[in-house]
Nanobody, 111 residues
Framework: QVQLVESGGGLVQAGGSLRLSCAAS????????MNWYRQAPGKQRELVAQ???????NYADSVKGRFTISRDNTKNTVQLQMNNLKAEDRAVYYC?????WGQGTQVTVSS
């Protein structure tokens, strides 16, 4: 099983930036893809971005061109750089790797 610890998040004005980080431990040999999800109030959890071991990335249409996912395979960490944040980006963001989930970190964007 993989354990995940997230950091980052907080309150930012619209147009601002935040960086989320997630560190994985445990059964890290099984890590193939690392994901960031988010869940806004009253909405289902959605995939925001994912990065494969090869470096291939995939983004939700709503964040393309604004968010960048990156990973360090030697440290088993994944980051999400979020630029030009919008009010609709407000949500709890979760790191996901295999069967492990982070505790979630709140991102709030003020207009």
């Amino acid at each position: 099983q993989v354990q995940l610890v997230e950091s980052g998040g907080g309150l930012v004005q619209a147009g601002g930036s935040l960086r989320l980080s997630c560190a994985a431990s445990g059964s890290t040999f099984s890590i193939y893809v690392m994901n960031w999800y988010r869940q806004a109030p009253g909405k289902q959890r959605e995939l925001v971005a994912q990065i494969f071991r090869s470096g291939f990335t995939n983004y939700a249409d709503s964040v393309k061109g604004r968010f960048t996912i990156s990973r360090d395979n030697t440290k088993n960490t994944v980051q999400l750089q979020m630029n030009n944040l919008k009010a609709e980006d407000r949500a709890v963001y979760y790191c996901n790797v295999a069967d492990g989930w982070g505790q979630g970190t709140q991102v709030t964007v003020s207009s």
